[in-house]
């Protein structure tokens, strides 16, 4: 499961799930799109590691 999470404001407030996807590419394309509305997003795998940020 991948997992893209934003930041809507700033660094000092939590992770907020946007969305899970079954498909790596899936969730960094739809992460990509996303990204300009929020401060920071970012697509982890199932360990918990970032595999794209913006």
């Given amino acids: 499961?991948?997992?893209?999470?934003?930041?809507?404001?700033n660094?000092?407030?939590p992770w907020?799930?946007?969305?899970s996807y079954d498909n790596k590419d899936s969730?960094?394309?739809h992460a990509s799109r996303v990204s300009a509305d929020y401060?920071?997003?970012k697509v982890?795998?199932?360990d918990g590691?970032?595999?794209w940020t913006n």
């Fill in 1 to 9: 499961m991948w997992r893209v999470e934003y930041k809507p404001n």
């Fill in 11 to 13: 660094d000092s407030q």
């Fill in 16 to 19: 907020i799930l946007l969305e």
């Fill in 27 to 29: 969730a960094i394309l």
């Fill in 39 to 41: 401060f920071r997003v």
């Fill in 44 to 46: 982890t795998d199932t």
């Fill in 49 to 51: 590691a970032a595999v």
